[in-house]
């Protein structure tokens, strides 16, 4: 996937929402992962769990989408 350089694409803009706006919706507040997880472990014991049961998929696709996203 290309990465546009700054200045490349500016939709937001012309939708009038400034970049700060875009670029809070789009962070990820420590505190609202760790509330997530914890509830999370709290229901399912565990991410795996919650992943197999819940959003029922497999282990193979859990190995795939962990070597795509946490290199």
């Not at 990820?28 to 914890?38: D, E, F, I, K």
């Not at 992943?51 to 190995?63: A, N, R, V």
């Amino acid at each position: 996937m290309e990465r546009k350089s700054e200045g490349g694409n500016r939709s937001h803009e012309k939708a009038g929402i400034d970049e700060k706006t875009i670029k809070s919706m789009l962070g990820a507040n420590p505190a609202y992962l760790q509330n997530a997880v914890a509830a999370i472990d709290k229901q399912y014991g565990s991410m795996d769990k919650f992943l197999t049961q819940d959003m029922e998929l497999t282990p193979q696709k859990i190995m795939t989408l962990r070597s795509t996203f946490l290199q």
